[in-house]
């Protein structure tokens, strides 16, 4: 078996939390995981665009040191575990890492190891920014409108994982529980899974949303929900938001109800609008009343549908960044998996990468970095510059490799 040190650059200087706030020097050490399939190749990509676009905001103040932890098969070949406790101690004791794409089987196998991280951290709030950059194709006729950004429940609902076969002796269980306890009955040849909704991650999530809308200037933040139909999950999900959000953010927030009651409708300076829509009318909400929505926090199985819905109104899952937070810890990574089929052949788009990272970037409060990167895909996509993805949808437009994108990005900064 091979072996592997994790070993970060000498002048590598550790992420602390100093205050209850996460304090970053200029050489930060930011672990990186190349991931599966195609990974290696977008991670590479990511990080030459993240080193150029650094070393042009902060003329060589600032710099990050880069240091592998691995995950994936190539940790199952080296520790023979796809997820080495060593691995998680890194990030537990550096804070911030970014990822390319692991492998999760479908049915059978191991669980999913984004899910893993994400639970074994505690990384309870998936974000996921959609915006539109020029030249992208859409399928929208105003794509210019979109801008919302995802707060996903990292932890509970179907990510508990509780759920059992049908033909298990613990399916019958609760079967015949249900049925002599409440009188529920339910079919013999039912599969049965559980979702918890708690009030204390339901509200941190929504803390969480709250305050990136306040510390953004965002319009609003929107709790979606199936609260019609499930009242004492989803339903108490929208509930302990608004109550969150009147408790610990009374003077920055008017309620959409508040708002047509006291305000005529109008929004009063400096304040953010808090509302709720049912999971299903959203979803017709965002491409018929876009520019009504902001930021939007709900549970992991509606986020999950949502945020892919609305890459997919501004160009895809190649173009799909992804953070995964808790307190103090996060772990990036692009929504895309690991397209094996194209994996080596220096044809994969990177750009979901490097959006990881620029928004890995925001983190750590290097606005100016991220900036000169959400510019420099802006310019290199409207001058038609691009992967095989979009240059597929794009006439007369010969598609650049991943390497040859990435260059033309580099120069774009």
Request: proline share 5%; net charge neutral; hydrophobic share 40%.
């Given at each position: ?18 205050d209850?706030?996460l304090?970053?020097?200029?050489h ?21 665009v ?20 691995l ?14 406790e ?21 049915a ?13 951290l ?22 210019e ?6 707060f ?9 994982g ?63 929900h ?22 610990e ?5 008017v ?18 609008v ?6 299903d ?35 895809g ?34 750009t ?52 040859e ?9």
């Open positions: 078996m091979a072996s592997f040190e994790i070993r970060p650059p000498e002048w590598g200087e550790k992420i602390t939390v100093q209850g706030k304090h970053v020097p200029d930060p050490i930011i672990l990186y995981i190349e991931g599966d399939g195609i990974g290696p190749e977008v991670v590479t990509s990511m990080r030459r993240l080193d150029a676009a650094v070393e042009k905001a902060y003329g060589g103040k600032r710099k990050i040191a880069w240091t592998e932890i995950a994936g098969e190539k940790a199952g070949q080296v520790y023979g575990s796809v997820l080495p060593e691995t998680l101690e890194a990030i537990r004791e550096y804070y911030v890492g970014i990822k390319g794409p692991l492998t999760t089987p479908v059978g196998g191991y669980r999913s190891l984004n899910v893993a991280i994400r639970k074994a505690d990384l309870y709030a998936c974000v996921r920014p959609s915006r539109y950059f020029t030249g992208v194709p859409s399928p929208m006729k105003r794509p409108l979109v801008d919302m950004i995802v996903r429940e990292n932890i509970e609902d179907v990510y508990a509780i759920e059992w076969p049908w033909d298990s002796e613990e399916a019958e269980k609760v079967r015949e529980f249900l049925y002599r306890e409440f009188g529920i009955e339910i079919r013999k040849d039912s599969g049965i899974g559980i979702k918890p909704i708690s009030a204390f991650r339901s509200k941190r999530l929504v803390r969480k949303a709250i305050q990136y809308a306040i510390d953004r200037k965002k319009p609003s933040v929107t709790l979606v199936k609260g019609n139909i499930m009242k004492y999950t989803e339903g108490a999900f929208r509930d302990w938001g608004y109550e969150l959000a009147k408790e953010f009374r003077d920055y927030i309620t959409e109800q508040e708002l047509w009651e006291e305000y005529n409708g109008q929004v009063p300076e400096g304040k953010i808090i509302k709720d829509r049912i999971a009318n959203m979803f017709q909400q965002i491409q018929t009343r876009t520019a009504e929505y902001s930021v939007i926090a709900t549970m992991n199985l509606n986020g999950d549908y949502l945020s892919d819905a609305i890459s997919a109104m501004v160009g899952l190649g173009i799909a960044p992804g953070g995964n937070i808790g307190d103090y810890h996060a772990m990036f990574e692009p929504v895309h998996g690991t397209a094996p089929k194209y994996a080596g052949k220096n044809v994969i788009n990177p979901a990468e490097i959006l990881s990272g620029a928004l890995m970037l925001e983190y750590l409060k290097w606005f100016e970095a991220a900036d000169l990167i959400y510019a420099a895909v802006e310019k290199t996509i409207s001058s038609k510059k691009v992967t095989q993805d979009l240059a597929r949808h794009m006439e007369g437009v010969k598609p650049l490799s991943t390497t994108y990435t260059d033309a990005l580099i120069e774009n900064l």
